[in-house]
């Protein structure tokens, strides 16, 4: 797909794009070859405000098959072969004539073109129309000496001006030409949409949709079972929720009394899988978190522990106070977060944790604990309950039989676990289909960039992570692709030290979001590729008379780039609009959208999304392709055939205006 990204934005990904920089006016277009910034094929810079563009050039060409031409353009070989208008001719009318003088007048009953050939010849043309307005002036058109006309352009029905070209191109035989290109291009046209619609066919399997239906059921449940009876801690459930499926860790910042130990034990619950506890503190020792040393190994000369029961042998953990832990409990506990291994003796063996969620009332300070706050990848500022949220759970409690500390059964046997293992694969594998789009990539690794320049360094086990859970978060919010409501979650993984950086987090995505939907929204993209193909046309028609210039073969070349990006916009369009309407089909529109939002927090993903964007009109971005795919084809052919065919498909280099 066409990528539109501001001319100071430095690219990585390769493939076609096109920049507008709104200091200098200008797109320019081009191809990105590697990963170093602004290493283009070829870039062409095309004005857009530094000459002023005839009205029949600003717009595409306009190929008229109703009555009467109110605006738009017409090539004359339309009249001369009878498709267009009621002819009187005499002589007989001649297809291969050449028409060197046009008058056009314009009453109720339609227009009437009086049309003179290089032999002296008269032609008239009657279209009738209606809505045509009364006893308009005679508006005339002439080719200067040694030229023939080639187009004729109309605004509000009156003859505005015309295109020329050398009298000796043949128009018939150009026209012939076209009509072949046109056959080709259609025919390409054709693969494209069939290729497209396989695709779309082979991307919504229905085995898919069942699974993941079941998946959102589930974490919809247990979304409940988490926040139930607590006010203002959806978010941190969320975040639980999504480390849970990611196999991440999260780490709760906040006051004691906020329900970060309750959640955790939810979070078992909800699993049915085994639970550990422990607060740390400098005076801890291994055995209190990793578990006793064997005696039975011992007098074997072996050290091992006995883990049952302990940190390696949970489902789900909860560590208090983490950053209080000596160096002998830290040691250990490195490898087990990251890489879910413990080293027992000399053995390493495979632990079950699916997430550990770690809590404390203040951050650490120093650099020796900086590895442990990598491990882990979820961050979130806790806070009390507002006073709004404090009075509905003190009625909610007292209007009930529940008291705050609820008791917790570890004999989960009797409930069937809501999210297993099972569900963990299904997800991650689910997850590995969606697609990943190389703009919001760069996002991500500019607010790294931008972190890193804050004094907050990202490590590359933190971006890889971060991508990955995204997906994730992505796919089991019912999406193919990641949108920038996504990049949202990077609020809880890129910031270490104090809520400024989360605020800063924010506002750098939020610009930068705004921007990617201003320049890449379905209309801004339609229009940026419709407007290149204008400026393509205005630069290559002058240039036609030396087709060996730089300027000709720049012209040439963003043509080609351009087919290509259109051919990847429709495709990713055509899917797209295809997984909406499956969506749409299998879950009802509102409820496909409310999902979308399960991970993100509401206020942030309706500042980023704004209002829903229009799908692209895939008619209007066919036209634009057979056009690009025309001019493309065209100047593929011979010197000669390639002047004729241009004549036709642009026009010749002069326009003559109407007087």
Same mark, same amino acid.
């Given at each position: 797909?066409?990528?539109?990204?501001?001319?100071?934005?430095?690219?990585?990904?390769?493939?076609?794009?096109?920049?507008?920089?709104?200091?200098?006016?200008?797109?320019?277009?081009?191809?990105?070859?590697?990963?170093?910034?602004?290493?283009?094929?070829?870039?062409?810079?095309?004005?857009?405000?530094?000459?002023?563009?005839?009205?029949?050039?600003?717009?595409?060409?306009?190929?008229?098959?109703?009555?009467?031409?109110?605006?738009?353009?017409?090539?004359?070989?339309?009249?001369?072969?009878?498709?267009?208008?009621?002819?009187?001719?005499?002589?007989?009318?001649?297809?291969?004539?050449?028409?060197?003088?046009?008058?056009?007048?314009?009453?109720?009953?339609?227009?009437?073109?009086?049309?003179?050939?290089?032999?002296?010849?008269?032609?008239?043309?009657?279209?009738?129309?209606?809505?045509?307005?009364?006893?308009?002036?005679?508006?005339?058109?002439?080719?200067?000496?040694?030229?023939?006309?080639?187009?004729?352009?109309?605004?509000?029905?009156?003859?505005?001006?015309?295109?020329?070209?050398?009298?000796?191109?043949?128009?018939?035989?150009?026209?012939?030409?076209?009509?072949?290109?046109?056959?080709?291009?259609?025919?390409?046209?054709?693969?494209?949409?069939?290729?497209?619609?396989?695709?779309?066919?082979?991307?919504?399997?229905?085995?898919?949709?069942?699974?993941?239906?079941?998946?959102?059921?589930?974490?919809?449940?247990?979304?409940?079972?988490?926040?139930?009876?607590?006010?203002?801690?959806?978010?941190?459930?969320?975040?639980?929720?999504?480390?849970?499926?990611?196999?991440?860790?999260?780490?709760?910042?906040?006051?004691?009394?906020?329900?970060?130990?309750?959640?955790?034990?939810? #979070?078992? %619950?909800?699993?049915?899988?085994?639970?550990?506890?422990? &607060? @740390?503190?400098?005076? *801890? /020792? $291994?055995? =209190?978190? !990793?578990?006793?040393?064997?005696?039975?190994?011992?007098?074997?000369?072996?050290?091992?522990?006995?883990?049952?029961?302990?940190?390696?042998?949970?489902?789900?953990?909860?560590?208090?106070?983490?950053?209080?832990?000596?160096?002998?409990?830290?040691?250990?506990?490195?490898?087990?977060?990251?890489?879910?291994?413990?080293?027992?003796?000399?053995?390493?063996?495979?632990?079950?944790?699916?997430?550990?969620?770690?809590?404390?009332?203040?951050?650490?300070?120093?650099?020796?604990?900086?590895?442990?706050?990598?491990?882990?990848?979820?961050?979130?500022?806790?806070?009390? #309950?507002? %006073?709004?949220?404090?009075?509905?759970?003190?009625?909610? &409690? @007292?209007?009930?039989? *529940? /008291? $705050?500390? =609820?008791? !917790?059964?570890?004999?989960?046997?009797?409930?069937?676990?809501?999210?297993?293992?099972?569900?963990?694969?299904?997800?991650?594998?689910?997850?590995?289909?969606?697609?990943?789009?190389?703009?919001?990539?760069?996002?991500?690794?500019?607010?790294?960039?931008?972190?890193?320049?804050?004094?907050?360094?990202?490590?590359?086990?933190?971006?890889?992570?971060?991508?990955?859970?995204?997906?994730?978060?992505?796919?089991?919010?019912?999406?193919?692709?990641?949108?920038?409501?996504?990049?949202?979650?990077?609020?809880?993984?890129?910031?270490?030290?104090?809520?400024?950086?989360?605020?800063?987090?924010?506002?750098?995505?939020?610009?930068?979001?705004?921007?990617?939907?201003?320049?890449?929204?379905?209309?801004?993209?339609?229009?940026?590729?419709?407007?290149?193909?204008?400026?393509?046309?205005?630069?290559?028609?002058?240039?036609?008379?030396?087709?060996?210039?730089?300027?000709?073969?720049?012209?040439?070349?963003?043509?080609?780039?351009?087919?290509?990006?259109?051919?990847?916009?429709?495709?990713?369009?055509?899917?797209?609009?295809?997984?909406?309407?499956?969506?749409?089909?299998?879950?009802?529109?509102?409820?496909?959208?409310?999902?979308?939002?399960?991970?993100?927090?509401?206020?942030?993903?309706?500042?980023?999304?704004?209002?829903?964007?229009?799908?692209?009109?895939?008619?209007?971005?066919?036209?634009?392709?057979?056009?690009?795919?025309?001019?493309?084809?065209?100047?593929?052919?011979?010197?000669?055939?390639?002047?004729?065919?241009?004549?036709?498909?642009?026009?010749?280099?002069?326009?003559?205006?109407?007087?």
């Amino acid at each position: 797909m066409l990528r539109a990204v501001p001319a100071t934005v430095p690219l990585r990904a390769p493939g076609p794009v096109l920049m507008f920089s709104a200091h200098t006016k200008m797109y320019k277009v081009g191809r990105v070859l590697s990963s170093a910034p602004s290493t283009l094929i070829f870039t062409v810079g095309l004005a857009s405000q530094t000459r002023r563009l005839h009205t029949s050039r600003s717009r595409q060409s306009a190929r008229i098959a109703l009555h009467g031409v109110q605006t738009g353009e017409v090539r004359i070989q339309e009249f001369l072969s009878g498709k267009l208008g009621k002819a009187n001719a005499k002589p007989a009318l001649d297809e291969e004539a050449q028409i060197v003088a046009v008058e056009c007048s314009v009453d109720g009953q339609g227009q009437r073109l009086s049309c003179t050939t290089s032999k002296q010849n008269t032609y008239t043309f009657e279209i009738p129309c209606t809505g045509a307005p009364q006893d308009q002036p005679v508006k005339r058109v002439e080719a200067s000496k040694g030229k023939q006309i080639s187009h004729l352009t109309f605004k509000d029905w009156k003859l505005e001006s015309a295109k020329v070209c050398e009298l000796e191109v043949s128009l018939q035989e150009a026209t012939s030409l076209v009509s072949e290109i046109e056959e080709r291009v259609q025919g390409k046209i054709s693969e494209l949409k069939s290729e497209a619609g396989q695709e779309g066919d082979a991307s919504s399997g229905e085995g898919r949709g069942d699974e993941l239906r079941d998946l959102q059921l589930r974490m919809q449940k247990a979304q409940h079972c988490l926040t139930e009876g607590l006010q203002e801690r959806a978010v941190e459930a969320r975040l639980l929720l999504l480390a849970f499926l990611g196999s991440e860790n999260v780490l709760f910042l906040g006051p004691p009394g906020t329900a970060k130990s309750l959640l955790a034990r939810r #979070m078992a %619950r909800v699993c049915g899988g085994q639970y550990f506890e422990r &607060l @740390l503190t400098r005076f *801890s /020792v $291994p055995e =209190e978190v !990793f578990g006793p040393l064997s005696l039975k190994a011992l007098e074997n000369d072996k050290l091992k522990r006995n883990v049952e029961g302990f940190l390696p042998d949970a489902d789900v953990a909860f560590l208090d106070e983490v950053f209080k832990a000596n160096s002998a409990i830290l040691n250990c506990l490195l490898t087990l977060l990251n890489e879910r291994v413990f080293d027992n003796g000399d053995t390493r063996i495979e632990v079950p944790l699916k997430c550990v969620v770690a809590a404390s009332n203040e951050l650490f300070e120093g650099d020796e604990l900086a590895a442990l706050h990598d491990r882990f990848l979820l961050r979130h500022l806790v806070s009390p #309950m507002t %006073r709004g949220a404090a009075a509905a759970f003190l009625q909610d &409690l @007292l209007a009930g039989p *529940s /008291v $705050p500390n =609820e008791p !917790f059964d570890l004999d989960t046997d009797s409930e069937e676990a809501i999210l297993t293992e099972e569900h963990i694969k299904i997800a991650q594998r689910l997850a590995s289909e969606v697609a990943f789009p190389d703009d919001l990539q760069e996002i991500m690794i500019d607010l790294r960039d931008f972190m890193a320049e804050n004094d907050c360094v990202i490590s590359d086990r933190r971006l890889a992570k971060a991508a990955l859970l995204i997906r994730l978060a992505a796919c089991t919010a019912g999406a193919t692709t990641v949108s920038e409501s996504d990049l949202m979650l990077l609020q809880y993984m890129f910031w270490e030290k104090d809520k400024d950086q989360i605020d800063a987090i924010k506002r750098f995505l939020l610009e930068r979001v705004k921007g990617r939907r201003t320049a890449g929204s379905s209309a801004t993209d339609l229009d940026a590729m419709t407007h290149m193909l204008t400026m393509v046309k205005f630069k290559m028609g002058p240039a036609m008379r030396m087709p060996q210039s730089p300027q000709f073969a720049q012209a040439g070349q963003a043509a080609t780039t351009l087919v290509q990006a259109t051919i990847d916009c429709y495709r990713s369009e055509t899917q797209a609009q295809r997984r909406r309407s499956l969506e749409s089909d299998a879950s009802g529109i509102n409820a496909a959208k409310d999902f979308r939002n399960f991970w993100v927090d509401e206020g942030d993903s309706l500042s980023v999304e704004g209002e829903d964007s229009k799908p692209m009109d895939l008619n209007a971005l066919e036209a634009l392709l057979q056009s690009a795919w025309e001019l493309d084809l065209a100047l593929q052919l011979s010197e000669e055939r390639r002047k004729a065919s241009l004549a036709i498909l642009i026009g010749g280099p002069e326009v003559v205006m109407a007087k």
